[in-house]
Nanobody
Framework: QVQLVESGGGLVQAGGSLRLSCAVS????????MAWYRQAPGKQRALVAQ???????NYADSVKGRFTISRDNAKNTVYLQMNSLKVEDTAVYYC?????????WGRGTQVTVSS
């Protein structure tokens, strides 16, 4: 059974940094697409960053130049380095995996950016 477990969220001041991690078990990790989504209160869940098994990366326009997604296939872990955080980055961040037609989600980790 595939499990995704996020960690690294918390409270940070605007301009600060956080690093999210998502540990994955039960899948052929190196071959699957991994992503981070976020959902702010009252808003729909939205893609933040995605990295394919081949290493192709996409970012939401709102985080380009500030966030970096990476993966360590030896550790079955995907990361999201978030720099220059803004108040509007406050949200629950979810780890996501897509393997063919199968989609899996983590439970989420709260990121709160204070002004």
């Amino acid at each position: 059974q595939v499990q995704l477990v996020e960690s690294g969220g918390g409270l940070v001041q605007a301009g600060g940094s956080l690093r999210l991690s998502c540990a994955v078990s039960g899948s052929m990790f190196s071959t699957v697409t991994m992503a981070w989504y976020r959902q702010a209160p009252g808003k729909q869940r939205a893609l933040v960053a995605q990295i394919t098994g081949g290493g192709t990366i996409n970012y939401a326009d709102s985080v380009k130049g500030r966030f970096t997604i990476s993966r360590d296939n030896a550790k079955n872990t995907v990361y999201l380095q978030m720099n220059s955080l803004k108040v509007e980055d406050t949200a629950v961040y979810y780890c996501y995996q897509r393997a063919g037609l199968q989609v899996y989600w983590g439970r989420g980790t709260q990121v709160t950016v204070s002004s």
